[in-house]
């Protein structure tokens, strides 16, 4: 018998300001990292850009009078700091503030709970120009300038905040893997913007805390379990270390102040650990988040680096380049430490999307406990969802798909909440269709279908899933299915 989602539950759908919005220049907003990296040749699917995305702009009022059908509890969405202040650090752009008290009053009307993400990768690019963004501590001074902007516009309207989308996909794709801006290769680097952005969410957190008393604070994590491929402990010492690489190494700063040891003793050793001063220290640790944001979209299987070994399982390489979730470490990358620490490999027992991710409900639950466990945190699921190309037909969109994959990964969640895991609520990635970072349009997410593909806008027009009806029910009667 499974336990009852909790009364006052929060179910909801996500979304980010980039991949919904378009606007890109109206309202006195500024250029962000992401509207440069969209508009240079080459770095995105077709080239396409957020410069009109969805059009949510220009819709927000008949997209959350959509919500309000939908009976939603909760709507996470991300705020452009470059809408706030276009050039990240000076002027405060009023026009830009109105725009989200428009939502927020909207989502407030129709008790929907607002859920605001600072940061979900759109980086002002002038701060990228004048600092290098997030490889210099003055983009904390903005960061927090821009925080406090934000907590005092909406402290009284706002009670769940998110201080950093996925830190850890951002900042791997952005300065390992190069697929996102700022496109470097270059793995010091990586390790030192990781540890600026630490302190901006310490930062962050504390102001949060002096200025909103009452709302409740946490960074949104990319989770996914590590696997070993067999039981021979060189594969168990292998997932061992990518637990370290891919989950402890930015959770247990955000929830116990501290980067784990024998990683960092490894980084050390390479010459690529960041410059972590006293200060620092104190300041991570002084930072306490109010719950644990996770998105989850699926875990990693990885073996022993063991040459010999990786021969046998060769054939179980697949990887899609655009999983921002991917965390082979590249070979060519030979300043490296974490090569010889694990190889990843595709899991023999799980079905995959058509963009090979892994289809793994049970990771979900296992995700679930491995973090409450550790860091006794309620969490908030503020992603969670299908990719896939739907298919309009007759006016209408059948994704059967997707409700299975949601109603297994919603299942998975009431067993985890029956093992004892303290959750405050769900939202699905996402409400509506939008951008997908690298892949485009056709990758959709949405409840809502928008008529607008890679080629472009069409009619906008929003047209209900039956995930969307199938979603509603589930809401009316909490999780009951
Ligand atoms: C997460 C991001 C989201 C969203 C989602 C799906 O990493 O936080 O913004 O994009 O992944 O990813 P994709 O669009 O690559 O399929």
Known sequence: ???????????????????????????????????????????????????????????????????????LKAYRFSVAWSRIIPDGEGTVNEAGLDFYRRLIHELRKNKIEPVLTLYHWDLPQALQDKYAGWESRQTIVAFKKYCEVLFKAFKDDVKYWVTFNEQNVFTSMGYRWGTHPPKLKNIKKMYEANHIINLANAEAINLFHELVPKGLIGPSFGYGPVYPLTGDPQDVLASVNADDFNNNWWLDVYCR?????????????????PNITEADRKLLKSAKPDFLGINYYHGGTVQTNRLEKQAETANQKDFSATDPYLMQPEADQAQ??????FNSVSSPYLAKTEWGWEIDPIGFRI?????????????????????????????QIHDSYRIKYLQEHLLAMKEAITDGVEMIGYCAWSFTDLLS????????????????????????????????????????????Q
Request: aromatic share 14%.
């Open 1 to 71: 018998q499974l336990d009852d989602f909790p009364e006052n539950f929060l179910w909801g759908a996500a979304s980010a300001a980039y991949q919904i919005e378009g606007a890109y220049q109206e309202d006195g907003k500024g250029i962000s990292i992401w509207d440069t990296y969209a508009h240079t040749p080459g770095n995105t699917y077709q080239g396409t850009t957020g410069d009109v995305a969805i059009d949510h702009y220009h819709h927000l009022e008949e997209d959350v009078a959509l919500m309000a059908k939908m009976g």
């Open 257 to 273: 102040g501290e980067y784990p040891y024998f990683m960092l003793k490894q980084l050390q050793k390479a010459k690529i650990a």
């Open 336 to 341: 490296s430490p974490e090569i010889p620490m």
């Open 367 to 395: 995700a679930l406990r491995q973090v409450y466990e550790k860091y006794r945190l309620p969490i908030f699921v503020t992603e969670n969802g299908l990719g896939a190309m739907d298919k309009l037909e007759d006016g």
């Open 437 to 480: 970072w690298l892949n485009g349009y056709r990758k959709r997410y949405g409840f809502v279908y928008i008529d607008r593909d890679d080629n472009g806008e069409r009619t906008q027009q929003r047209i209900p899933k039956d995930s969307f009806k199938w979603y509603q029910k589930i809401i009316a009667e909490n999780g009951k």
